[in-house]
């Protein structure tokens, strides 16, 4: 059974830092990974997907990376800004039985950004 | 730019009421999906139509819980009786099939007391 973990739960860090969220996943059988932004109360924002035969993704300050074979990805976040604060999540596409597949989350790491 | 609308965004209700919650994906995006939420967790998929197909409700507690999308567009996931444990975010998203994106909408906060 594929397990998400995500770590840390929860990280503060000043306005300006570079920071790292870590995503690991048991089941190295997986089609993509994605991170996804949620916001207090509200819906999921995705902000980068990563195809299995990928490394790694971009997107302005963000970037993701992809070991497949290990079972990781990391989000780095540069130049941190209060705006990034929120709860940061990470999924895995599974293939799940017949032509389906599915998401799986972790558990969010919360990013507060202190200005 | 379009969106996956959801109604009511906050539900409070008590132990044993019925209680439904609405969905209205994006146009043309064939694939829905209910999940829930529980607080200081990640989303659980509880079911995913194609169309008006269920695709898979391995996850859906069917003593209680019930889905449907009859023509294929919007849909209502209903919950009869209502227990203290399904207190949670209700979040639903859309897809185009085939294709890996989904978008969510704001979801519906439950409290069951």
């Known amino acids: 059974k594929q397990e998400v973990t995500q770590i840390p739960a929860a990280l503060s860090v000043p306005e300006g830092e570079n920071l790292v969220l870590n995503c690991s996943f048991t089941?190295?059988?997986?089609?993509?990974l994605q991170w996804f932004r949620q916001d207090p109360g509200k819906g999921l924002t995705s902000l980068l997907l990563?195809?299995?035969?990928?490394r790694e993704q971009t997107s302005g300050r963000l970037n993701a990376s992809l070991d497949k074979s290990s079972g990781r990805s990391t989000l780095y976040i540069a130049a941190s800004q209060p705006g990034d604060s929120a709860t940061y999540l990470c999924a895995v596409r599974v293939h799940y039985g017949g032509a389906t597949n599915k998401l799986i989350f972790g558990t969010g790491t919360l990013l507060a950004v202190q200005p | 730019e379009a969106e996956v609308a959801q109604s009511p965004r906050y539900k409070i209700t008590e132990k044993s009421q019925a209680v439904a919650f609405w969905c209205d994906p994006i146009s043309g995006h064939a694939t829905l999906y209910w999940y829930r939420q529980i607080l200081g967790q990640g989303p659980e998929l509880l079911v995913q139509?194609?169309?008006?197909?269920?695709?898979?409700d391995s996850q859906l507690p069917k003593d209680r819980f019930s889905a449907e999308r009859l023509k294929g567009v919007d849909s209502t996931l209903k919950i009869q009786p209502a227990e203290l444990g399904d207190s949670a975010m209700y979040l639903c998203?859309?897809?185009?099939?085939?294709?890996?994106?989904?978008?969510f909408g704001p979801g519906t906060r439950l409290t069951v007391l």
């Open positions: 998203a859309s897809s185009l099939p085939g294709l890996p994106t989904q978008y």
């Open positions: 089941d190295s059988a997986i089609y993509n």
């Open positions: 990563i195809q299995s035969s990928q």
């Open positions: 139509f194609q169309d008006e197909s269920v695709v898979d």
